[in-house]
T-cell receptor, first 109, second 114 residues
Framework: TQLLEQSPQFLSIQEGENLTVYCNSS?????LQWYRQEPGEGPVLLVT?????EVKKLKRLTFQFGDARKDSSLHITAAQPGDTGLYLC?????????FGSGTKLNVKP | GAVVSQHPSWVICKSGTSVKIECRSL??????MFWYRQFPKQSLMLMAT?????????EQGVEKDKFLINHASLTLSTLTVTSAHPEDSSFYIC??????????FGPGTRLTVL
């Protein structure tokens, strides 16, 4: 089993604050995805990172893949209430996706 | 973007009955489909990997005789929960992979077993 640990598990912040979510593993992954999930819905893909050290930006979201492809981070600038949700990272290896434990983000107006 | 549908979106059944959940890729052919289950406030747990025309590969601890998976075409996979019991109540989510490292998720099916 290739475990991915996310931290923090829960995060409650005020609108306008910045935050970073971490996704760590002892395993090397071919790629890593970040998803956001709303209650009662399936996860929605935010980004896929493939190359070690890769940085991708999606508006106020910045994703980074670690140099060794074992970890990743998601940074949100000036969080908004619409960013509230469950953030999941998933590593890909051997035709499978291994999900992290999830980070529940609540952005208060 | 790629669209994956699931049917039904929710189902309530009596203990001992079987329930079938369908997963369809609507605008692409999926070489592989995955089935996950998710308990409240938890992450997704991979149950099985399904490749078209071949037997599904189940994760450790998942009973293949209880969770029957059929991937008859490149756009359809089904999960049948046989002899369902209350502990099988969960949110079941499928995903489809066209190629490469990207999977697209269905909206999920909420199963409640009474």
């Amino acid at each position: 089993t290739q475990l991915l640990e996310q931290s923090p598990q829960f995060l409650s912040i005020q609108e306008g604050e910045n935050l970073t979510v971490y996704c760590n593993s002892s395993s090397v992954f071919s790629s890593l995805q970040w998803y956001r999930q709303e209650p009662g819905e399936g996860p929605v893909l935010l980004v896929t990172v493939v190359t070690g050290g890769e940085v991708k930006k999606l508006k106020r979201l910045t994703f980074q893949f670690g140099d060794a492809r074992k970890d990743s981070s998601l940074h949100i600038t000036a969080a908004q209430p619409g960013d509230t949700g469950l953030y999941l990272c998933a590593g890909y290896n051997f035709n499978k996706f291994y999900f992290g434990s999830g980070t529940k983000l609540n952005v208060k107006p | 973007g790629a669209v994956v549908s699931q049917h039904p979106s929710w189902v309530i059944c009596k203990s001992g009955t079987s329930v079938k959940i369908e997963c369809r890729s609507l605008d692409f052919q999926a070489t592989t489909m995955f089935w996950y289950r998710q308990f409240p406030k938890q992450s997704l747990m991979l149950m099985a990997t399904s490749n078209e025309g071949s037997k599904a590969t189940y994760e450790q601890g998942v009973e293949k005789d209880k969770f029957l998976i059929n991937h008859a075409s490149l756009t359809l996979s089904t999960l049948t929960v046989t002899s369902a019991h209350p502990e099988d109540s969960s949110f079941y989510i499928c995903s489809a992979r066209q190629q490469g490292h990207t999977q697209y998720f269905g909206p999920g099916t909420r199963l409640t077993v009474l």
